[in-house]
């Protein structure tokens, strides 16, 4: 009854009173440190030319050795309300080792990942020209990765930035294609370069499923809008045989090579480039 009172002098619904309070994000001192120290890696993974062999592209992903994986460091991020600064940082970091490289590995390409929250941030397109310039990178050495996820909050603010860094010379890709439903749309509505096949797709390619009518249609498709064609998680021989048949020009998975610190990438691109010679 004193409840009752109370909100009948109040003039608040008991909906307003009794609701318990949005959880806050927890606090995660020990990344929030990592972030703020640089105190993470970033290894490459090689994306390989489906024809020659040669890797002329890498994809900057982020590790720490208090989680298994980018995708738990994420997670675990978000859970903390540090996904912004913690993508920022990685793309800093990533794009500043890609900036020192000489030799064969100053010709490669380097892929860096965004998330909603940067797309999402007013000023963040003149930020990472910014970072660009500052690493001592041309604009079109560099690849930005975007998932269906990344631009569902207001995709055409998110498809303005990006068309003003594709003005740059930064070039645009799409990743996880075929596991959205908008990712269809997105080929006609956002200034793309690059498409790249999600690895759940072509795991069973090689048997005749119907993955493998998809996988080549979708090829067909990006080859016919002038894209170039990326796919993710080959680990067959057979599969990469299939993907050259279709005309897929790059592949990345453990059948070419898992990510690489700079070192393991140096020998793994000069041993492609003996091969292929």
Do not use: H
């Not at 972030?35 to 490459?44: C, K, L, Q, S, T």
């Not at 500052?134 to 975007?146: F, K, Q, S, Y």
């Amino acid at each position: 009854m004193e409840v009752i009172r109370d909100l009948f002098s109040t003039g608040k619904r008991a909906s307003d009173r009794l609701s318990p309070p949005p959880p806050r994000p927890s606090r995660d001192r020990s990344l929030s440190s990592a972030i703020a120290g640089e105190r993470f890696d970033v290894r490459f993974q090689p994306q390989i030319d489906v024809v020659s062999g040669k890797v002329v592209a890498v994809e900057a992903l982020a590790r720490w050795d208090e989680v298994d994986s980018p995708e738990v460091l994420f997670a675990r991020a978000a859970d903390a309300n540090l996904s912004e600064r913690l993508s920022r940082a990685v793309q800093r970091k990533a794009l500043r080792m890609a900036g020192a490289w000489r030799g064969e590995l100053a010709q490669l390409r380097v892929s860096i990942n965004l998330l909603a929250e940067d797309l999402n941030r007013a000023g963040y397109e003149s930020w990472l020209l910014e970072q660009i310039a500052g690493a001592g990178l041309t604009p079109e050495r560099v690849t930005v990765e975007i998932t269906e996820g990344s631009l569902v909050a207001d995709s055409r603010a998110a498809a303005a930035r990006l068309a003003k860094l594709r003005a740059a010379g930064v070039r645009i890709a799409v990743d996880d294609f075929g596991t959205g439903y908008c990712s269809l749309v997105y080929l006609t509505s956002l200034p793309l370069d690059t498409l790249k096949i999600d690895r759940g797709l072509i795991t069973d390619i090689v048997g005749g499923s119907r993955d493998r009518i998809v996988v080549k249609a979708m090829i067909r498709l990006a080859r016919e809008l002038g894209l170039q064609v990326v796919v993710e998680g080959v680990e067959d021989p057979a599969q990469l045989e299939l993907l050259a048949e279709w005309g897929c020009d790059l592949y990345q998975g453990f059948l070419g090579s898992r990510a690489l610190d700079e070192e393991q990438l140096a020998r793994f691109v000069q041993r492609g480039r003996a091969a292929a010679a």
